[in-house]
């Protein structure tokens, strides 16, 4: 029988017996082969207990006021003070990259238009309307609308303004991640997704029906919405019904080999569902749940995606919606789910290069639209018994960073807004957790952070641009006055002469 002091004692011998190894292991990873060997150092198994020369937190928020530099070596010293600062605003290369969105806005305040709408592109970050909704929350409160905007009739994950009570008949297709190879065109929409109807069992036709309900949180403005309209495109005429209870509220219909949207008539309050039926499946490019006025802003979320569908959609369809819709700002947040395949950093920069290349090819298909493309957050992997930052993320951003600007489109990056290096650990064990333990992606809490940071910068650079506006404004009048006054300079010079002729 084995007493509790003979395994105390056998454990406290093998604890030594491996920190001894650590001392004597490689630092660098031994490489057979294909297999890739990695030894646990001394400061991995003693943390904070073991010092060594080097300094390891550079590039953290606050840290020349977090450290006493008369205590430090002055080459230390010189190395803190060479860390770049963090970038938090939204960087262009011109002053006026977001034009065609702010005058809209401003056309908004003054009457001059009815609505304006943005599109909010992105990976798993955004499921469930994250970080959009604080961004629209932020601009209707501002400019005036209702409602959460498009959303796939059978989301992945629900928008957080609206509850998706039951469905069935529903089928769901992409143009990202696992694509049906059945479907041989890449005519999915500028949701870049659609849903179908199932075909009826022992029956002729396809139908399908969804039930939705407002929900009681969330923001106010966003449950708020009094206009429904559905995205579509068929081969056979569509009949929708809208259905409160067990009365028919209002029907309509979709006729054959259309393409385009149907307003629906849906109650003010209450639950309600959508049936649709049709002799063929239409494809239903999305449901948008709006007002008839103020701004509208669509969260589309494409879980796994890396952003580089844009190029493969249908071009003629996807230019077509887009027109349809008037978007006046594209955002595109896309670059995490490439961070761990990142090979060196020559391939952090092709990467960076072709995802780039998306916004070349939405502005040719959709010119004069203001674009902003979010950079990949901080992301963290286990190195021995510590969670740290994926090495290439600075070099991807930074040269992901360079390709937005050089196309007119204006980069957020979302790395120095978190915080630079080591901040999605930081953010993991802040209370409360502002991203899960994944390393990955932000609890709610931190996407709502994300969100309002986002929001916040796009008021600072829209008053940035009224400034520049009333600036370049105020610098042509003065040139006009100052000319006015030369003229009539001149006019009394040449008066005077006049006087002076006639009167020797």
Known sequence: MQKPGHIFLFLLVLGFFVLGLSFLSPKSPLKLGPIELSFYQPQDLLGLQWEEESVDTLGTVGLLDSLDLDSLPAEVVEIVKEVPALDTTLQMASWDALAPLFDALADLKVGKRSTVRIIHYGDSQLEGDRI???????????????????????????????????????????????????????????????????????????????????????????????????????????????????????????????????????????????????????????????????????????????????????????????????????????????????????????????????????????PGVAMIYIGPSDMARKNGLKMESYPLIQPFKTALRAEVLSRGAVYWDLYDVMGGTGSMVRWVDSEPALAVKDYIHFTPKGAQWVGNALAAQLTAASDAYTAELERQSMEAKRKKDSINAWVASLVVEVDSNAVDTINP
Request: hydrophobic share 35%; charged share 25%; net charge negative.
């Open 132 to 366: 959009t909704m604080q961004l629209r929350n932020a601009l209707q409160k501002q400019y005036g609308g209702r409602g959460f905007g498009y959303v796939a009739l059978e989301p992945l994950v629900e928008p957080a303004s609206l509850d998706f009570v039951e469905s069935q008949g529903m089928l769901r297709k992409t143009a990202f991640g696992r694509r049906d190879t059945a479907i041989k065109d890449m005519a999915y929409g500028h949701l870049a997704s659609f849903t179908m109807l199932e075909e009826n069992d022992g029956s002729s036709g396809y139908s399908g029906y969804v039930t939705f309900a407002k929900r009681n949180w969330g923001y106010s403005m966003a449950r708020d919405f009094t206009k429904v309209k559905m995205s579509l495109g068929t081969t056979a005429m569509t009949i929708a019904q809208i259905w409160v209870a067990d009365t028919i509220y209002s029907t309509q219909t979709f006729p054959e080999n259309s393409e385009g949207t149907m307003v629906l008539e849906v109650p003010e309050d209450g639950e309600f569902t959508l049936a649709l039926q049709s002799d063929a499946s239409p494809r239903i490019y999305g449901i948008s749940f709006e007002s008839g006025t103020g701004v509208h802003v669509d969260n589309v979320a494409m879980r796994g995606a890396s952003g580089m569908v844009f190029s493969k959609l249908d071009p003629d369809q996807f230019q077509k919606q887009l027109n349809e819709e008037d978007y006046k700002l594209i955002i595109l947040q896309y670059g995490g789910n490439a961070v761990p395949y990142l090979k060196d950093e020559a391939h952090a920069r092709r990467f960076a290069r072709s995802a780039a290349r998306q916004i070349d090819h939405i502005k040719r298909l959709y």
